[in-house]
């Protein structure tokens, strides 16, 4: 089983609305949860990283939070734009050997 | 910029062959990583390697081999190709920080085995 789990599997939005992409884990211990964006036909690209204590983070209209007690994080897009549609994916560092475990991805698709 | 550059962005090969991935890196970081990326699956670890001449087997290291002989270059081998080895392979770069290593990407090399 997947430490990693990301959902929803995909999602459709229109231009300009906002959209949440969840990510709950099981790794253990925590190091550090990173989301990335991977356009179609690139490799990921890091959009944020986040440790214990950081609750928090924001990249432009990107903005992911992490409750470290429920293990769980989010990822908001905010104002979508055509640019959006890629795939979001979520990991998760473990603290004592620094092992990354990856969700499979949360495909997202902004329509105009 | 960081840049990671996979040497093929596509290739066909028939089973049995033998591959070989390059990857090459610029910004003169000691890790290095090969992935895969299927369908449905998060990306999987195969080998990663940490220095020169240094490698570390990963999740699936089944079917694979990996060569460092210089600090930005990273090679992947499949021994005798076999159709279930039909992927996406990634290779990334980062430096050593244990905790913010972020990992830089190549764009990727989609591998048809026929």
């Known amino acids: 089983k997947n430490q990693v789990e990301q959902s929803p599997q995909s999602l459709i939005i229109l231009e300009g609305k906002n959209c949440t992409l969840q990510?709950?884990?099981?790794?253990?211990?925590?190091?550090?949860l990173r989301w990335y964006k991977q356009d179609t036909g690139r490799g990921p690209v890091s959009l944020t990283i986040?440790?214990?204590?950081?609750n928090t983070k924001s990249n432009g209209r990107y903005t992911a939070t992490l409750d470290a007690d429920t293990k769980q994080s989010s990822l908001h897009i905010t104002a979508s734009q055509l640019s959006d549609s890629a795939s979001y994916i979520c990991?998760?560092?473990?603290?004592?050997?620094?092992?990354?475990?990856f969700g499979a991805g949360t495909t997202v698709t902004v329509r105009a | 910029d960081v840049k990671v550059t996979q040497s093929s962005r596509y290739l066909v090969k028939r089973t049995g062959e033998k591959v070989f991935l390059e990857c090459v890196q610029d910004?003169?970081?000691?890790?290095m990583f090969w992935y895969r990326q299927d369908p449905g699956l998060g990306l999987r670890l195969i080998y990663f390697?940490?220095?020169?001449?240094?490698?570390e087997k990963g999740d699936i290291p089944e079917g694979y081999s990996v060569s460092r002989e210089k600090k930005e270059r990273f090679s992947l081998i499949l021994e005798s190709a076999s159709t279930n080895q039909t992927s996406m392979y990634l290779c990334?770069?980062?430096?050593?920080?244990?905790?913010?290593?972020?990992?830089?990407f190549g764009a990727g090399t989609r591998l048809s085995v026929l």
């Open positions: 390697s940490y220095d020169v001449k240094m490698k």
């Open positions: 990510c709950n884990y099981t790794v253990s211990p925590f190091s550090n």
């Open positions: 986040m440790t214990f204590s950081e």
């Open positions: 990334a770069s980062s430096t050593q920080d244990r905790v913010k290593n972020i990992q830089y």
């Open positions: 990991v998760v560092v473990r603290s004592n050997d620094y092992k990354l475990s």
């Open positions: 910004m003169d970081h000691e890790n």
